[in-house]
């Protein structure tokens, strides 16, 4: 089992920037891919990034060169930097998990292949 908690969503104006937080629990083996989902309302979510356990990482081409991870181990907390945010940013957030390690975890990105969940983190930017 693993156990995802999300924080630091927020409101702000276009241009700011925000870090979220994901902490960790639970079976290492089952969260050696850590991904972060968005969903706009009225939308499908959509994959935002990923790290694999390998270091490897993969960002959706909207938010390149804007958004990017890192990981306190010692916490076992994820962290997605977001900077330059714009309005198009607007969405609720969500960690998730998967037992996928390198490639694999970079390649697969629908939900369906995600099994543990966190409970999700408003983000809101206003133009």
């Known amino acids: 089992q693993v156990h995802l908690v999300e924080s630091g969503g927020g409101s702000v104006q276009a241009g700011g920037s925000l870090r979220l937080s994901c902490t960790a629990s639970?079976?290492?083996?089952?969260?050696?891919?850590m991904a972060w989902f968005r969903r706009e309302s009225g939308k499908e979510r959509e994959r935002v990034g990923v790290?694999?356990?390998?270091?490897?990482?993969w960002y959706l081409d909207s938010v390149k060169g804007r958004f990017t991870f890192s990981q306190d181990n010692a916490k076992n907390t994820l962290y997605l930097q977001m900077d330059r945010l714009k309005p198009e940013d607007t969405a609720m957030y969500y960690c998730?998990?998967?037992?996928?390690?390198?490639?694999?975890?970079?390649?697969?990105?629908?939900?369906?292949?995600?099994?543990?969940w966190g409970q999700g983190t408003q983000v809101t930017v206003s133009s």
């Open positions: 790290i694999a356990s390998d270091g490897g990482t």
């Open positions: 998730a998990a998967a037992s996928f390690e390198g490639a694999l975890c970079r390649a697969y990105g629908g939900t369906t292949n995600y099994r543990y």
């Open positions: 639970g079976d290492t083996y089952s969260r050696r891919c």
